[in-house]
C-alpha cells in the first residue's frame, strides 16, 4: 500500500531583479510505502528539502500534487511529525516539557500527556534524562528529544529533513540505530533527507536517488554498490 505519492511534481520559485524562476524540481515522480523507512539522497542542490517542504505541506506544487493516503496535501497537519537539523527545543523547558508542551495545546490531560512523553522519551533511549534540560544534555541527544517530541500526536508519517547533519559520526550511528529502534517499534512511514550515502544505505531497504538540479528521482536502489554508483 502506498502512504506518500508525489506524481509529476514541478516546482519553480521566483527569482530577483527580474531574472528566470529558479526550478528545483521537474517532473518528481515518487511513492513511499506505508510503514516504510525511505532514505532520499542527493548532492546538495537537488531540490531533497523542497520534496521533504512539499510533503509536509510547507509549499504548494507548482504543477502535479503530492497526497497522503490519497488525499492532496494542502498545509501542515498533525499527520506527519516533523524533525529537522535545527530541532528548537525550548530551553526553558526539561526533555520532558518539551514533548509533552504541543500536547498541552491541545489540551490532552496532564496524566496522559506525562505518560506518553515518559514513553516516547524512554524509546528514543532517553529515560535518565527526562527532567534535564537542553542545555544540559549532548546534541545527540537534543535531537533524540526533538524526534519524541515528533511523535507524541502519535502521526502516521514521519518526515526527518538531515536531522543528524553536523553531528560526529559516532553519533550519528548511534542515532541511526535508535531511529531504526523507534521505526521498528512504531511502524511509521518515514522519509529521511540525506546527502550522506553511507547513512542512506545503513536505514533503508529501498533507497531513492536524485539528480541534479532540476531535481528528479533517478532511480530507486536496493543495495549499497547501486546507492554508490548512481549518487
Excluded at 49 to 56: K, M, P
Excluded at 105 to 126: H, I, S, T, Y
Amino acid at each position: 500500500m502506498i502512504k506518500i505519492s508525489i506524481r509529476n511534481v514541478t516546482q519553480t520559485f521566483p527569482a530577483r531583479g527580474g531574472a528566470e524562476p529558479y526550478t528545483a524540481l521537474s517532473g518528481l515522480d515518487l511513492d513511499v510505502r506505508e510503514g516504510e523507512l525511505l532514505p532520499l539522497v542527493g548532492p546538495s542542490g537537488c531540490g531533497k528539502s523542497t520534496v521533504f517542504a512539499l510533503i509536509a505541506g510547507l509549499v504548494r506544487p507548482s504543477s502535479g500534487e503530492v497526497l497522503i493516503d490519497g488525499v492532496p496535501v494542502t498545509g501542515p497537519a498533525l499527520d506527519r511529525g516533523v524533525v529537522v537539523q535545527q530541532y528548537t527545543l525550548l530551553p526553558w523547558r526539561s526533555a520532558q516539557a518539551n514533548v509533552e508542551f504541543g500536547l498541552e495545546a491541545r489540551a490532552v490531560p496532564r496524566r496522559e500527556r506525562a505518560r506518553r512523553a515518559r514513553d516516547l522519551l524512554e524509546l528514543a533511549g532517553l529515560t535518565g534524562d527526562t527532567e534535564r534540560y537542553p542545555s544540559e544534555l549532548s546534541a545527540g541527544a537534543r535531537q533524540r528529544v526533538a524526534l519524541a517530541r515528533s511523535l507524541a500526536f502519535d502521526p502516521g508519517v514521519l518526515l526527518m529533513d538531515e536531522p543528524f547533519a553536523g553531528l560526529d559520526a559516532r553519533t550519528r550511528e548511534s542515532l541511526a540505530e535508535d531511529l531504526l529502534r523507534v521505526w521498528r517499534h512504531t511502524g511509521k512511514t518515514v522519509l529521511f533527507v540525506t546527502h550522506d550515502l553511507d547513512e542512506a544505505t545503513r536505514l533503508g531497504g529501498r533507497v531513492a536517488v536524485m539528480t541534479g538540479a532540476p531535481g528528479r528521482i533517478k532511480e530507486i536502489v536496493s543495495d549499497r554498490e547501486a546507492v554508490a554508483t548512481h549518487g
